[in-house]
């Protein structure tokens, strides 16, 4: 089994050291984004999908059920990831979240893939852009952002409740929420990013870039229910 030895803080590390793990973590995330692709792929075929479907809306509460399971294997995948002991423990970590995502994106992809394909893409596009956009603000700055962490977690419960209540009561999410839940997400990019300058460990690249995919699936999931809305409207 592969071990890692104890390591410092990127604050704290040589400046190629930083560099080093700042490549690792980006290079990482580029091959979770590659991945959720690929999943999501075999995922949306039709004969793969509509199962999915029917499982996830299959009564009132099924979505609330596949969300608490998310959440689930979500915690588990972090502490995973987060496993300094280990690399293939945190490799195991980063490939069972992405492939949580890829199947808790179904419904969504494939009600877009079959109405509405080009919004895909460009969610897709939108995604990408702001990502590089807010990354780039938060390495010129160099800007410490862990005060939002607070506001993130705040903010995530009561995002979290009003889903819940959504689907306990019926009642649509519309445009409203889904531009606060990318506002939510461009502040979760910011705080990210500002951690691998500044809080994680120089061996925790796999973490650091599961926690940024997080935020990017995040982002790309509001802004594609956003156009959605929009193109409907």
Not at 121 to 146: E, H, N, P, Y
Not at 171 to 188: D, P, Q, T
Request: glycine content about 6%; hydrophobic content about 55%.
């Amino acid at each position: 089994m592969t071990t890692y030895q104890r390591s410092m803080t990127v604050a704290h590390a040589q400046p190629t050291e930083r560099a080093k793990f700042i490549r690792k973590t980006y290079a990482h995330l580029a091959g979770a984004i590659l991945f959720f692709i690929l999943v999501e792929s075999f995922l949306l075929q039709p004969e793969i999908a509509q199962p999915i479907l029917q499982t996830f809306l299959s009564g009132q509460y099924s979505w609330l059920i596949v969300l608490g399971g998310f959440m689930l294997i979500s915690h588990i995948a972090n502490w995973w990831a987060n496993n300094q002991a280990s690399a293939a423990m945190q490799y195991l970590g980063l490939g069972v979240y992405v492939i949580a995502e890829a199947v808790i994106f179904v419904p969504l992809l494939y009600i877009a893939q079959s109405h509405m394909p080009e919004v895909i893409i460009q969610a897709g596009v939108v995604t990408l852009s702001m990502f590089g956009g807010l990354t780039a603000v938060a390495f010129m700055t160099r800007k410490d952002f862990s005060f939002l962490g607070p506001i993130l977690t705040i903010g995530g419960f009561v995002a979290l409740g009003t889903i819940i209540c959504a689907i306990a009561f019926g009642f649509n999410l519309g445009v409203l929420f889904s531009s606060v839940m990318i506002l939510f997400a461009v502040g979760a990019i910011l705080y990210d990013t500002s951690n691998i300058m500044h809080r994680y460990n120089t061996n925790q690249h796999v973490a650091a870039s599961l926690s940024l995919f997080a935020s990017v699936a995040l982002l790309f999931w509001y802004v594609l229910r956003l156009l959605m809305s929009l193109s409907r409207d």
